[in-house]
């Protein structure tokens, strides 16, 4: 199985890593020419979770440069998405599959418009990277991945992607309802994301500020309502227990989140795609969610000085 890596930042690069040491064949494409350069002459170093170590990767700078590919993950920023989707479309139309580990709603509606449907597949992860610098990424942890079907139900695919993944060292689970799923990831940005990049401070360290930890929950309770509103149902507790899983000090928790390294490094976050576009659900279905979209505004703020 030929693997392609379509955004090789912190997470991409991470996945990739894990991948090509599990014994697969895996290439890693960015546009950062620096980050590309890096790794093909030193390897991709790595520090973190187990040890730091170099993993030996195959990196290229445009998917053009890949005549075929079995599976694509697709980890850009979503605001990234349609560009990236128009720069593989060589790949699609035989039995290339692609698969959406991005943040936030919409990204596989896009990929699907240019690529078809029926190559798309849905993806979350709470696994947890960053980019140190050219060549150079964090491993924060490991926590299962989902994988599934936009239409729903298991497929075979899914199954065999998920094992194939699973026995090469990135735990994934085919998911019958991967859009549940998706919502489930996205309430835990939409909890999280804007605090940290608001702050410049780590899930593990807000949720230590009594007055920040009240203000993630009850954005927590108002994106709930959304996903509520869109049919999908979710228990509060449930969803409470997964934040606090992934926002323990010495994991996960110790990551900011991706919108908080965005704004540091003064680039366009994926604020439209976590609370741009639930909002919008939210204004639909008569919601106020006032923390929710005093989060959006003031992201928008920090990122008008850009």
């Avoid at 290439?27 to 002459?41: G, M, R």
């Avoid at 090469?168 to 996205?186: H, M, P, Q, V, Y």
Wanted: charged share 20%.
């Amino acid at each position: 199985m030929k693997i392609m890596v379509m955004g090789a930042g912190g997470m991409g690069a991470l996945f990739g890593a894990i991948l090509a040491a599990g014994g697969l064949e895996v290439v890693l494409v960015d546009s950062d020419q620096d980050h590309i350069d890096a790794i093909n002459k030193n390897g991709l170093k790595i520090d973190g979770y187990g040890s730091n170590r170099v993993q030996d990767i195959k990196a290229v700078s445009h998917p053009g440069e890949i005549p075929s590919a079995d599976i694509v993950l697709v980890q850009t920023k979503g605001t990234a998405t349609r560009k990236a989707a128009e720069s593989m479309r060589h790949l699609a139309g035989g039995e290339t599959v692609f698969i959406s580990f991005q943040n936030g709603l919409g990204n596989e509606e896009v990929l699907a418009d240019i690529l078809g449907a029926e190559n798309v597949m849905g993806g979350l992860t709470a696994m947890a990277g960053a980019k140190l610098g050219p060549g150079h990424i964090q491993d924060f942890a490991r926590v299962p991945s989902w994988i599934g079907e936009l239409a729903g139900g298991l497929s075979e695919r899914a199954e065999k992607i998920a094992g194939l993944f699973s026995a090469a060292g990135l735990e994934t689970i085919a998911s019958a309802n991967i859009r549940a799923d998706i919502w489930k990831k996205l309430l835990g940005n939409m909890t999280m994301s804007a605090a940290s990049g608001l702050t410049n401070l780590s899930s593990a360290e807000i949720l230590a500020i009594p007055a920040l930890r009240r203000m993630c929950l009850t954005a927590m309770d108002e994106a709930i309502s959304i996903a509520e509103s869109q049919g999908i149902e979710l228990d509060r507790e449930t969803v409470l227990h997964g934040l606090e899983l992934i926002t323990k000090p010495g994991g996960t928790g110790d990551n900011k989140s991706s919108l908080c390294l965005d704004l540091l490094d003064q680039r366009r976050s994926e604020v439209e795609f976590i609370y741009g576009t639930p909002l919008r659900l939210a204004e639909e279905a008569g919601l106020p969610v006032p923390t929710l979209r005093a989060y959006y505004g003031l992201v928008l703020g920090v990122e008008s000085h850009f």
